[in-house]
């Protein structure tokens, strides 16, 4: 009897897993040969309204739980943008401590946009993913496309500067290497995030004219060439509503125009109303901490916006499960091309390639911005003491500025860059010359180093004068540093001048030693009272980890700089259309960006404004020679394309980049426009010598502009002229033609 009752249960578990088996087999869902909208429809199929509700919401800081019965991943985050954050604890911000989660820093994208090459963005997108792939993040929570607005954005280092068409390219190769890593992007913060004042219920007044021509074509390109897989709302509002449930933005603009089909995800904290987030596009709510915790509820993200409130809201029939069968879809989408994609490469962390790209990238975006009497490259063979003046010198740049500080493997600080390459080939002295911010920890990670220093700052300025009169080059590493209020998110910057009294050291410095080179880290533009004093000046970004080798190399000579600004430097902060014709950052929770389209270069040039150093301005240490532009027709008609060429050689003695620019300009126009516009750009590699033809060809998108009555971008008929620079400014060639009817 025993034995037959056990066969009896054998063939019963035999038939179970059998017919489980057999069952999983048929499951569309898991079967990754089938079309995505089908496993889609067959998980939204097997899922119960719980389940629904719960992978709409955090489940910690960083994840969002899938759906276990049915095998469903957790997906996990990660911020972004420029290097793999560290891991934090389940609820909180502070470090979880492991010891396996040092990364690579990337430069700031500041830098990567001023290296105005998309080779370079690929490789940066490709190289990134990798280390979030290999951290086993599901989503990047980047790249930060807003455009640059004010020098006072405490973020502006995290984005891509201030011309959209620049922004737009950079971006699509970066979200397309990453996401072949089986990553999404998550390009942020859609839209309208322009500062750090207020950002949470700041509303922003902007015309559709410059909604459209300058604040959403990055996200556009995100879109709909980049196909990135999600979308961080931003904080602000926009037409009163929170952009991570605005109906103007993410329904009528992401999803319809655009037909955007990946995810919405809220900026951490970001939302704020149960209604507009089911109604008004946002799929995925983190960060909302704490409602409920205070009347005592086990689990805070319970009480997210998207979670108990919308399932009983559901449940009392107030709304019905058409959204949220939507966001489900969107939820499931970007889980199989992530955590259930069973194609996706391995990852690694801080490999050989990663280095090299990083540090590529780094010497790519260093912009020369002066260089009087060919002050740079340093000859060593007659430099034999350098004096290294400033605490950015020293001091670890990848830790702080907010969510994107990180926890490195490794970060060469210039001096020790510095040292790395001319070791004995001069003496090397080092002076701190001010005190400026001598933290050394953020979020828990701590650098290591003490910056604590006693001295007041006459005997500071003495100690670094001293030493720059005695000695061949003074090379001053200064600017900002990521502490609050210079360069870190949640604190816009106080002032457009450098902090910590540089300014008045550096005035005694020039004295000191007139041969002095400024080196200036930041990811904004900064006031520069002693320009005319000081022969040669490099902007520095952050440069993440390699950051102290690609300046000791470009500072050397070996590299030729070829990086150029993605945003203008004004001379003073009321020169920027932000500060004078709107405001910035606005008061009683509004912010008027009443200079409409005219941000940046297309302010100055319309205003007859000298800026200090303008947009795609860099220099080089060799030369470049332009000849004479041509069209390869007069006239176009709308569905034409004209392609203009010009020859560019290299006339120096050293191989260099030059990054070709391409403006248009509309000559005649029924609304008012820029002086000229942005529209193509190539860097072409030369030898000494060489000469290379380079060629743009654009078609009537690049003559249009967003025309609100019509509420689409139109092509006026009439006279244009193509202009070809080495900058916005530095115009080499000019020719016209004309768009007929
Ligand atoms: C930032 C986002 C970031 C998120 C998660 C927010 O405060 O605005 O850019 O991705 O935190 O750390």
Not at 295 to 314: F, H, R, S
Not at 318 to 347: C, I, S, W
Not at 389 to 395: S, T
Not at 483 to 507: C, F, I, K, T, V
Request: aromatic letters at 10%.
């Amino acid at each position: 009897m025993k034995n037959y009752r056990r066969s009896i249960a054998t063939i019963l578990v035999a038939f179970l897993s059998i017919s489980v088996f057999g069952q999983r087999a048929i499951r569309v869902y898991q079967d990754d040969s089938m079309p995505m909208k089908d496993r889609v429809e067959d998980t939204l199929s097997r899922m119960t309204l719980e389940e629904k509700i719960a992978i709409l919401h955090a489940q910690s800081k960083f994840s969002s739980p899938g759906v276990p019965r049915l095998g469903i991943p957790e997906l996990w985050m990660t911020d972004g943008p420029h290097g793999i954050r560290p891991e934090v604890l389940w609820d909180e911000w502070e470090q979880a401590g492991w010891t396996n989660d040092s990364c690579f820093a990337f430069p700031a994208l500041t830098c990567l946009a001023a290296t105005w090459n998309e080779d370079m963005a690929s490789l940066y997108g490709i190289s990134i993913g990798e280390e979030a792939r290999y951290r086993e993040k599901d989503v990047l929570l980047g790249p930060g496309v807003n455009i640059y607005r004010s020098p006072l954005n405490g973020r502006n280092f995290e984005y891509m500067g201030e011309d959209p068409f620049l922004a737009s390219k950079m971006v699509v190769p970066y979200i397309k290497g990453v996401q072949q890593n089986g990553v999404a992007t998550c390009v942020k913060h859609f839209a309208l995030n322009n500062q750090e004042t207020d950002r949470f219920t700041v509303n922003v007044n902007v015309d559709d004219r410059a909604l459209y021509e300058i604040y959403l074509p990055a996200f556009k390109a995100a879109v709909q060439e980049g196909g990135t897989w999600s979308i961080m709302g931003s904080y602000n509002k926009y037409k009163k509503q929170h952009g991570c449930h605005n109906q103007y933005l993410l329904q009528d603009i992401l999803r319809k125009e655009w037909g955007f089909e990946g995810t919405v995800i809220s900026d951490w904290g970001g939302t704020h109303d149960t209604r507009q987030a089911i109604t008004n596009g946002l799929d995925m709510e983190f960060g909302t901490w704490t409602d409920g915790l205070a009347a005592g509820v086990t689990n805070a993200y319970d009480n997210y916006y998207l979670a108990k409130p919308y399932l009983d809201l559901i449940k009392l029939g107030q709304v019905d499960t058409t959204e949220l069968d939507d966001k489900v879809r969107h939820v499931l989408r970007l889980t199989f091309l992530t955590a259930m994609n069973r194609n996706k490469p391995f990852g690694s962390l801080v490999s050989d390639e990663h280095v090299l790209a990083g540090l590529g990238i780094a010497e790519e975006g260093i912009v020369l911005l002066k260089n009087k009497n060919n002050t740079l490259p340093i000859n060593l063979h007659k430099v034999k003491r350098i004096a290294v003046v400033g605490e950015n010198a020293i001091k670890m740049m990848t830790v702080g500025g907010g969510s994107s500080s990180l926890k490195v493997k490794y970060e060469i600080s210039p001096l020790q860059g510095l040292k790395n390459r001319i070791g004995t080939q001069a003496e090397i002295t080092y002076a701190r010359g001010y005190v400026g911010d001598i933290g050394s920890a953020y979020n828990g990670v701590v650098t290591g180093q003490d910056l604590s220093d006693n001295r007041s700052e006459e005997e500071l300025i003495a100690e670094a004068c001293a030493l720059a009169e005695k000695s061949d080059c003074v090379i001053f590493f200064g600017g900002l540093n990521k502490s609050n209020q210079q360069d870190a998110e949640s604190y816009d910057r106080l002032w457009y001048e450098l902090p910590y009294n540089q300014d008045r050291l550096l005035e005694y410095l020039c004295q000191a030693n007139p041969n002095l080179i400024v080196v200036n880290i930041s990811g904004n533009a900064v006031a520069m009272p002693w320009v005319d004093k000081v022969p040669a000046i490099l902007q520095g970004w952050y440069l993440g980890s390699e950051a102290g080798n690609a300046l000791a190399e470009v500072l050397v000579g070996d590299i030729n700089p070829s990086g150029k600004l993605p945003f203008s430097f004004p001379k003073k902060l009321e020169d920027c259309s932000a500060h004078s014709k709107g405001d910035f950052p606005g008061a009683n929770g509004q912010v008027h960006y009443d200079e409409g389209i005219f941000v940046g270069y297309r302010w100055y040039e319309s205003q007859n404004i000298a800026p200090l150093f303008c947009f795609g301005h860099g220099l080089s240490y060799t030369q470049f020679k332009y000849g004479a532009l041509k069209a390869d027709k007069k006239e176009l008609t709308s569905s034409d394309k004209i392609t203009f060429t010009v020859d560019v050689s290299n006339s120096g003695n050293r191989s260099g980049s030059e990054t070709v620019q391409l403006y248009i300009s509309d000559l005649e126009s029924s609304l008012p426009r820029p002086v000229k516009e942005l529209k193509a750009f190539k860097k072409v590699k030369l030898m000494p010598g060489q000469t290379k033809s380079v060629s743009f060809t654009v078609d009537k998108s690049a003559l249009s502009f967003f025309d609100p009555e019509k509420h689409q971008w139109v092509a006026e008929p009439g006279k244009f002229a193509a202009i070809v620079g080495a900058s916005s400014l530095d115009v080499k060639g000019k020719v016209n033609f004309s768009l007929k009817q």
